[in-house]
Nanobody, 124 residues
Framework: QVQLVESGGGLVQAGGSLRLSCAASGRTFTTYAIGWFRQAPGKERELVAAISWTDVDTRYAESVKDRFTISRDNAKNTVYLQMNSLKREDTAVYSC?????????????????WGQGTQVTVST
């Protein structure tokens, strides 16, 4: 069992930065891939970024490449999402998730455990 708690969301102006944290409980954290997903009102949940349990492989949505960076600190059982150059369209609830599947496509169904989410609002 893995429990996930997100933090770091908030209100930021366009062009600004935020760093989201996903703190996990459980001794087996290092055996899970972690994904950050977001969902805006009226839109489907979408993958933002994911990192494998080995920390070797990362994936990003095209819309956030070169702006967002995912990283993990296994000693702290925490995964981070550094978000720079934020745009209004990045406004959404961001959730982290843990799973043990890692394939060519990263899908929400690959993840077994989810956090409650944290709101990110980008103003112009």
């Amino acid at each position: 069992q893995v429990q996930l708690v997100e933090s770091g969301g908030g209100l930021v102006q366009a062009g600004g930065s935020l760093r989201l944290s996903c703190a996990a409980s459980g001794r087996t954290f290092t055996t899970y891939a972690i994904g950050w997903f977001r969902q805006a009102p009226g839109k489907e949940r979408e993958l933002v970024a994911a990192i494998s349990w080995t920390d070797v492989d990362t994936r990003y949505a095209e819309s956030v490449k070169d702006r967002f960076t995912i990283s993990r600190d296994n000693a702290k059982n925490t995964v981070y999402l550094q978000m720079n150059s934020l745009k209004r369209e990045d406004t959404a609830v961001y959730s982290c998730a843990a799973g043990r599947r890692w394939g060519m496509a990263i899908l929400p169904s690959d993840f077994s455990y989810w956090g409650q989410g944290t709101q990110v609002t980008v103003s112009t």
